[in-house]
Nanobody
């Protein structure tokens, strides 16, 4: 089973950029679909972005981040990234990395399956 640990969160101003990293353990990282979710203050956890297994040929984004956020993976480093540009106050949330053996990345459906592995989260705060 893969385990994941997020890093890179912090406090930034609106319009700034930030890159989150998610380091995974285990030798089978490339077989996992990887994704990012976030939980804004007082709200439910929501899907942000997902990338398919094995070099990430398919990617899916939530409408709220499309064009601003970029998900990528480096299987040689067992790491997935979330580059966040043009940050807005409404992007303030705890960001979670997830790893799933499911294959449906549309809407993050793969991560609602039993067996999905979650990180502890990293806080991103955007001030105006």
């Amino acid at each position: 089973q893969v385990q994941v640990v997020e890093s890179g969160g912090g406090l930034v101003q609106a319009g700034d950029s930030l890159r989150l990293s998610c380091a995974a353990s285990g030798r089978t990282f490339s077989y996992y679909t990887m994704g990012w979710f976030r939980q804004p203050p007082g709200k439910e956890r929501e899907f942000v972005a997902a990338i398919s297994w094995s070099e990430g040929s398919s990617i899916f984004y939530a409408n709220s981040v499309m064009g601003r956020f970029t998900i990528s993976r480096d299987d040689a480093k067992n790491t997935v990234y979330l580059q966040m540009n043009s940050l807005k106050r409404e992007d303030t949330a705890v960001y979670y990395c997830a790893a799933s053996q499911g294959r449906d990345i549309v809407g993050g459906d793969a991560f609602y399956q039993e067996g999905t592995r979650w990180g502890q989260g990293t806080q991103v705060s955007v001030s105006s």
